[in-house]
């Protein structure tokens, strides 16, 4: 039996947000917020929007956008005994190669959240940590989850659109 969840939109206006949200989230975060789905059978197909959050591999700016991995809970402990970062806070997917953000906050797995860095941070040598959605070793660097409409009121940067 189908799950009604997988089945294409036969409502013009879910059709629609479903794609509007898709363009609107950055690339590497699609996969986790996106599972496959008939309404998004030829969404590859379409333009990237290129938006000031939809960033490419080696940039470094002050906000990102990411997905939380790891609580607290299970961000400390990581098998040989090191301690998951200093700050105490969840770690976040923000794109960043072989690099997670440790945020000052525990939030939810699975949520969306913008997270302002320090560009310094980038540069500096991190301390290497298991995250569960990796067998390899990745760096920490600290940040700061924000409301998403920080960037534009810190720096006057677009920062995308939300779909009611």
Known sequence: QKNPQQAPSTDPHAFLA???????CPQYLRRKFFPMHPDLQFAGLLPPLDMPHHLRRGDVVPFREGVVVESNA???????GEEGGSGGGSLVECGVPNRLVQIDRVLT??????????????ESSVKRVKSADSQQPRGVMPGNVVSPTTPRDEDGIYWGYTTR
């Open 18 to 24: 479903r794609i509007l949200q898709f363009c609107e």
């Open 74 to 80: 299970s961000a400390g402990a990581n098998g040989d």
């Open 109 to 122: 797995p699975g949520i969306r959240c913008t997270v302002k860095i320090d560009p310094k941070s980038y």
